[in-house]
């Protein structure tokens, strides 16, 4: 009994419900709700019945983010890019519209190329 009892210890959830992640990091949900908003890679899923659920590393980034506020050391952009580095989450650049624009007409030009090659192996029926 021992041992399944150690099993389900080291068993750890995939997910975790927004009672649980307040209990285990000690912050409450409408600061969990404050920080969705704030932080942009710390997003709840819903379940069917609309509750809200966090990921392991939500957790994780959750405790790191008390951490990090609580020292009062960084800014909110300050507290985004520590947590962006030590998780590995991946920034989006931003693209300049012109840039974007110019390789959507690129993309567009290509096709209609490869559509024009293509109509043009077909023979037309008169």
Not at 18 to 47: H, I, K, M, N, Y
Not at 78 to 99: A, D, M, N, T, W
């Amino acid at each position: 009994m021992d041992a399944n009892k150690e099993k389900k210890e080291k068993t750890v959830k995939l997910v975790y419900k927004l009672d649980e992640v307040s209990r285990l990091t000690g912050v409450d949900a409408d600061t969990l709700a404050t920080w969705e908003e704030e932080f942009p890679f710390l997003c709840a899923g819903l379940t069917g019945s609309g509750e809200k659920f966090f990921r392991q590393q939500d957790v994780a980034i959750i405790g790191r983010i008390k951490e990090l506020m609580a020292g009062k050391t960084l800014t909110m952009a300050g507290i985004k890019r520590r947590i962006e580095e030590e998780f590995g989450l991946v920034r989006s650049q931003h693209i300049h519209p012109e840039k974007l624009r110019k390789a959507l007409n690129n993309v567009r030009d290509e096709l209609q190329d490869i559509v024009s090659s293509l109509d043009g192996g077909r023979k037309k029926k008169a």
